[in-house]
């Protein structure tokens, strides 16, 4: 994409890439900002499924984000898009936090396993029943699979290895409803009326925002911080439209260079 392409939306990671947990990364606010005086679309598109939509908002309210609900395009959304399609009635291992966007979901006599961050209960008991149940044939869906995120005191194992177990001991596959899917990245140009050529993303995770972005026909722009990692930008093919050092320096390219 050169700098004479129409560039109609950008889309933005969360965790790792404005905030971790309840600290604001350094001048995201204000880039933000400057960002809405442009002329371009904004979506919020994030992994995070320890936390449901609304509980979310509230934290990136009270950091002084300027963002609404609807802005906001979550893998707990696209996960309950999934069930309510198949008509599963999915044994749910989310955190307790993120259960009410779930609701009105039916969980009785459960036929499929659903798998999100979970870290109360990636237990023996809980790990084996999904294993008895995979292993009968019911469906196996990861909200998504990210090997590890970044929390305040360091880095942390994601559900992505959870998953994996499960895939290894029942010789089956996931059906992976969040990033890097493709379908994840076109549900969420759908609401702004664009399509992937005219988009961009910014985010922490090379593989998951950046490359996944990208195989969508997006452009990506990785960040350094978050979960970012010395040499990330190696991990994937093509390596990322531009990596830099946080996402106040990603709005500035984008205003300065797409648009």
């Avoid at 950091?63 to 069930?83: G, H, M, P, V, W």
């Avoid at 019911?138 to 990210?146: Q, R, S, T, Y």
């Avoid at 910014?202 to 990785?222: E, H, K, P, S, T």
């Avoid at 991990?235 to 648009?259: R, W």
């Amino acid at each position: 994409m050169s700098s004479r392409r129409a560039l109609k939306a950008v889309l933005i990671d969360l965790s790792g890439t404005l905030h971790i947990e309840d600290t604001a990364v350094a001048g995201a606010q204000e880039a933000l900002s400057r960002l809405r005086q442009a002329s371009v679309a904004i979506k919020f598109v994030t992994n995070t499924t320890k936390e449901s939509k609304r509980i979310l908002l509230e934290r990136l309210q009270r950091l002084n984000f300027d963002l609404q609900e609807k802005e906001i395009f979550t893998s707990l959304t696209a996960a309950r898009s999934l069930l309510e399609q198949k008509q599963h009635r999915p044994l749910l291992l989310v955190d307790d936090s993120a259960l009410e966007d779930f609701t009105g979901i039916d969980t009785s006599d459960p036929n499929a396993v659903v798998i999100g961050l979970a870290p109360d209960h990636f237990n023996y008991e809980t790990m084996n029943k999904a294993f008895r149940m995979v292993l009968d044939g019911a469906p196996l869906i990861a909200i998504h699979k990210a090997r590890y995120y970044k929390r305040k005191d360091g880095l942390a194992l994601g559900p992505g290895p959870f998953v994996t177990g499960l895939e290894f001991a029942t010789d089956r596959k996931a059906t992976v409803v969040g990033k890097p899917e493709e379908t994840f990245f076109t549900q969420a140009l759908a609401d702004l009326g664009c399509c992937a050529s005219e988009a961009v993303m910014i985010g922490d995770d090379a593989r998951d925002d950046v490359g996944g972005a990208q195989n969508a026909g997006m452009l990506g722009i990785l960040v350094k911080t978050g979960k970012y990692r010395e040499g990330d930008e190696h991990k994937i093919t093509p390596p990322p439209h531009l990596t830099c050092s946080s996402f106040p320096d990603a709005v500035g390219h984008i205003l300065q260079n797409l648009l």
